[in-house]
């Protein structure tokens, strides 16, 4: 099979990773991709916004399976677009059509569905600005702090939690009435704060039914002790240690059978994969948020230690076969901690000379950020690699990593050194 990953990050370098080992494989493209995946697939220079583009590299590189690794080509329709051309009916796409992805294109189209189907998730309501002022009286009827979002994708940027409730309505108001996040912040969606540990479950779905891939908590804040801004993720280690069996199974009875049962009770066509986006409150699980793909830095982690063939699984996803699939998972841990530019995630330089990479041997380097260019590897984004390593604990796949850290180095890099920490 020739097979297409859309995408350009460390995620998408994870899949080529996985993707490259399957007996299946024939030829392996990468669309835009980066110097990573640049090693050991065809990288290919599609703006992922060009549908067109993407159904003629179907065509002139006779693809039988898209993957697609970012929400936006998904939220924007792009498994219809491929469906709705004769020549390329046939195509495979891992992910779901745009009304499935409504799940991450719109929370308040996610907490709908949360509510009709009974699965745990934070108390909330959604505003628009013809309401702002109920929304006020809700934000003065609630127990700070307070938890804005954006119903929209807002590039990760699009939550805020606060505090005072006077800066809450400032900030309501510069998101309702000021359009401070664009068309994603036409309704906002305000909900209660849930205090308690967060983790990332993931689960794959042929539409009928699903199989549970390895679970991961990723580390999101710029600072150590999980202080200063939101970044697109510092880290990730896989399994949490947290995660126990009687845990697990409150997660798979409440959350994952109820959404699964939810999604074919309510017709909504979904094939691929399904984040779940928990926080763990007094021993239940909560919903957060669901994403439509995987995510990014948890592929990093949780794509390593499938030992079966990635392929055949998502082979098995298309064709309604999953139930007879079989997935094995190492039972070796899993550690990544990202290399990100000086700056990030406010502004940075890009075109940084990154050093040291070809000395690594005992991590898996997945390129993020970065790009091949004349004869050098160099910065080309905020995160620009996430160094993976395997170990029979998460303390020894920590350490591996940090040990190969030490060995890379470009202008001005920045990491966080207590990547699981907390664990």
Do not use: W
């Not at 020739?2 to 399957?22: C, D, P, V």
């Not at 990288?43 to 039988?64: H, R, W």
């Not at 609630?142 to 699009?158: F, N, Q, R, S």
């Amino acid at each position: 099979m020739n097979i297409l990953i859309l995408g350009s990050g460390g995620r998408e370098h994870a899949f080529a990773y996985k993707i490259k080992q399957s007996r299946l494989c024939k030829n392996l493209y990468v669309a835009p991709g980066n110097s990573g995946t640049r090693e050991i697939a065809t990288n290919l220079q599609i703006p992922l916004d060009q549908f067109n583009l993407v159904a003629e590299a179907i065509k002139n590189y006779k693809i039988s399976m898209v993957i697609v690794g970012p929400e936006i080509p998904l939220v924007n329709g792009l498994k219809d677009f491929i469906a709705s051309h004769k020549e390329l009916k046939d195509t495979i796409v891992i992910g779901p059509n745009k009304h499935a992805a409504q799940l991450e294109g719109s929370k308040d189209f996610a907490k709908d569905f949360l509510n009709r189907h009974n699965i745990p998730t934070a108390s909330h309501r959604t505003f628009t600005a013809k309401t702002i002022k109920a929304a006020f009286s809700y934000i003065d009827s609630m127990t700070p702090p307070y938890v804005l979002k954006a119903d929209g994708l807002a590039a990760g940027k699009g939550v805020l939690i606060i505090d005072n409730p006077d800066e809450a309505k400032t900030e309501l108001n510069e998101m309702l009435v000021k359009s401070k996040f664009g068309e994603a912040s036409k309704s906002v969606v305000i909900e209660e704060f849930l205090d308690g540990i967060e983790l990332s479950c993931f689960a794959i779905t042929d539409g009928k039914d699903y199989k549970l891939l390895p679970s991961a908590k990723d580390y999101k804040r710029i600072g150590e002790g999980d202080t200063g801004l939101n970044t697109g993720g510092m880290g990730a280690v896989s399994p949490p240690t947290f995660l126990t069996e009687d845990f697990f199974r409150k997660v798979e009875k409440k959350v994952i059978q109820p959404t699964i049962d939810g999604l074919i009770k309510d017709n909504i066509n979904y094939q691929g994969f399904i984040f779940f986006g928990l926080i763990k409150v007094n021993g239940e699980p909560y919903v957060i948020e669901y994403n439509v793909r995987m995510g990014d830095p948890e592929s990093e982690v949780v794509l390593p230690r499938i030992k079966s063939d990635l392929l055949e699984l998502l082979f098995s996803v298309s064709n309604g076969e999953l139930s007879n699939h079989q997935i094995v998972i190492d039972d070796k841990k899993a550690a990544t901690v990202f290399l990100v530019s000086g700056g990030y995630p406010e502004q940075y330089e890009k075109g940084k000379e990154i050093y040291g990479l070809d000395t690594i041997s005992d991590s898996i380097l997945f390129h993020a950020g970065a790009k091949y260019e004349n004869g050098k590897v160099k910065t080309n984004g905020g995160r620009v690699i996430a160094v993976t390593s395997m170990g029979d604990s998460i303390k020894k796949a920590i350490s591996k990593s940090y040990e190969s850290i030490n060995k890379i180095k470009f202008d001005k890099m920045n990491y966080r050194k207590d990547i699981g920490f907390d664990l």
